[in-house]
């Protein structure tokens, strides 16, 4: 199946990798715990075949050039999307919201209507459809995660999941989050069930220049849950 390949986040919102909710340990022995290679490579293999998510996007902290503190929408593998998000404009956050159909961005700021934004721009400053894209997104990460090793066995959002930690190469993680300039730390928490399906990601990213880093979680859920989009009026 199809998916553009346009650079991820920027404009008005950010993504695509899986919300903060508290995580309740299950004190499991390591010893009892399945492989996290073998976790992930599961769970990558699982979300290629995905046709729909829900998915929301928190950056903690800076990240160069990226305006996002969050974003919350639907995304289909056809390349429509919708949602909102909080940006940065004129050092003000700002609530926007935002559908992706046929390859056109429209945008709705806190006043008036949708606008189109010209697609050469919107293409290089944020697109969802990263999160499924198979090359870029989601599933690239998970399987590209150096030194996998399972933590723990816990409860995410009421998902029965298993924690799992390793390092992401900067050119792998950046094509999902963009502002991302070195090698992060990552936290994977895969559904213990089924085919492993992701549930949450965090990712720890250094500062660099004299800024603070930044994590930035992903979550997804809903999955292949249908995703109608239809453009503004």
Sequence with gaps: MPHPHRPVLGLLVAVATLVLAGCTGGGSDSATLPAGSSLLASSGAAMRSVTSVHFTIDVNG?????????????????????????????????????????????????????QKIPAALAGSLFDPTAILDPDRGVAKVLTSVQGATTKDRESVNGTDCYRVTGRV?????????????????????????GKHLPVKAEFAVPGAGG????????TISKVNAPVNVTAPA
């Design 62 to 114: 800076t990240l160069a050039g990226v305006p996002i503190q969050n974003a919350d929408g639907d995304l289909n593998a056809q390349g429509a999307a919708k949602g909102s998000a909080k940006i940065s404009e004129f050092g003000a956050f700002v609530e926007v919201n935002f559908v992706l159909l046929n390859s056109t961005f429209y945008v709705q700021g806190p006043t008036g209507g949708y």
């Design 169 to 193: 190469a900067q050119n792998v993680v950046s094509a999902l989050v963009p502002g991302i300039s070195s090698d992060v730390g990552a936290t994977v928490w895969v559904a213990a069930d």
């Design 211 to 218: 800024s603070q880093g930044a994590k930035v979680d992903v």
